[in-house]
C-alpha cells in the first residue's frame, strides 16, 4: 500500500502512496478529519455493528440488480453500466482503478462484500468539491440509507485515525483501544489482533479500504456468500 522507512509508526512525510486512488483516498480522507468525529470511542464503533451490518445486508438486492447476468458477481462491463444508472460520472480511468483495487480475489468479478467497499469509497471520493458539483449533497449516489452507513464508517476511521493523515496505525489502533478499556492487560492483545486484521499487506498502516474488508468481515458480511454457496450446494 505505499513505502514506508522505518518500522509501523514512520513520520507521515515518509509515507507515499503506491496507487493514484490510494492518493485520492488519503486526500479525501484528510479533508474529512478536519471536520472531527462524532466517535468516542471504539466501544462505540461496536454498539453500531448490528446497525452497520444490517443496513449492508440490505444492500444485496442492489448487488443482484446489478450483477446482471446472476453469477454472483460484478464484472467490468456491469460496473460501468451501474456507475451509469447510479448516475455516477467518474472516468474510465477511475473506473478501472476502482475495479482493480476492490477486485482483491483478482478474478475480474466483484463479490458482493468487494462491491460494498467500492460503493463506500465512491461515497468518500465524491466528497471532492469538483465532483460535488454534478451531485447533489444531501444524496451524492441516489440511496441515502445506505449513505448514512457509509458516513458511519467514514466516522470511524475518522476516530481511529488520530494524526489525521489518512492511515492508521499500530500505536493509532492501540491508543483507541485504551481509552475504551482502560486498564485491562487484554486491551493491547484486542488492538493488535484487530488491527492484523485490517493491515493485509503487513506494512504497518491502514488505508480507508483496508480498513472497510476488515469491517465486512467483523460483521459477517462474508458469511452470506458462503451461506448461499452451501445452499446452492445442497440443492
Wanted: with cysteine; charged share 35%; hydrophobic share 40%.
Amino acid at each position: 500500500m505505499g513505502g514506508v522507512v522505518g518500522k509501523g509508526d514512520s513520520p507521515r512525510k515518509a509515507w507515499v502512496p503506491e496507487t493514484k486512488l490510494e492518493a485520492k483516498m488519503v486526500e479525501a480522507m484528510q479533508r474529512r478529519a478536519s471536520e472531527g468525529s462524532a466517535m468516542k470511542s471504539f466501544n462505540s464503533i461496536i454498539l453500531k455493528f448490528p446497525k452497520i451490518d444490517e443496513s449492508l445486508r440490505n444492500c444485496k438486492a442492489i448487488f443482484q440488480q446489478f450483477d446482471e447476468d446472476s453469477n454472483g458477481a460484478i464484472d467490468h462491463e456491469e460496473l460501468k453500466r451501474c456507475f451509469l444508472k447510479l448516475e455516477i460520472s467518474f472516468s474510465e480511468e477511475e473506473i478501472n482503478d476502482l475495479f482493480e483495487a476492490c477486485d482483491i480475489n483478482e478474478d475480474m468479478g466483484m463479490k458482493f462484500n468487494e462491491f460494498i467497499v467500492l460503493l463506500c469509497l465512491v461515497y468518500l471520493l465524491k466528497e471532492d468539491p469538483a465532483a460535488l458539483q454534478a451531485v447533489s449533497k444531501k444524496s451524492r449516489m441516489g440511496m441515502p440509507n445506505l449513505e448514512a452507513t457509509f458516513e458511519t464508517l467514514v466516522d470511524a476511521f475518522v476516530f481511529l485515525d488520530k494524526n489525521k493523515d489518512g492511515y492508521v496505525s499500530k500505536s493509532e489502533m492501540v491508543h483507541a483501544i485504551n481509552e475504551t478499556t482502560a486498564g485491562e492487560r487484554s486491551s493491547g492483545r484486542i488492538a493488535m489482533k484487530r488491527f492484523e486484521e485490517m493491515d493485509w499487506d503487513k506494512n504497518g498502516m491502514v488505508n480507508f479500504k483496508e480498513f472497510l474488508f476488515a469491517f465486512t468481515r467483523w460483521v459477517g458480511i462474508d458469511d452470506i456468500e458462503d451461506e448461499e454457496e452451501e445452499g446452492e450446494e445442497k440443492v
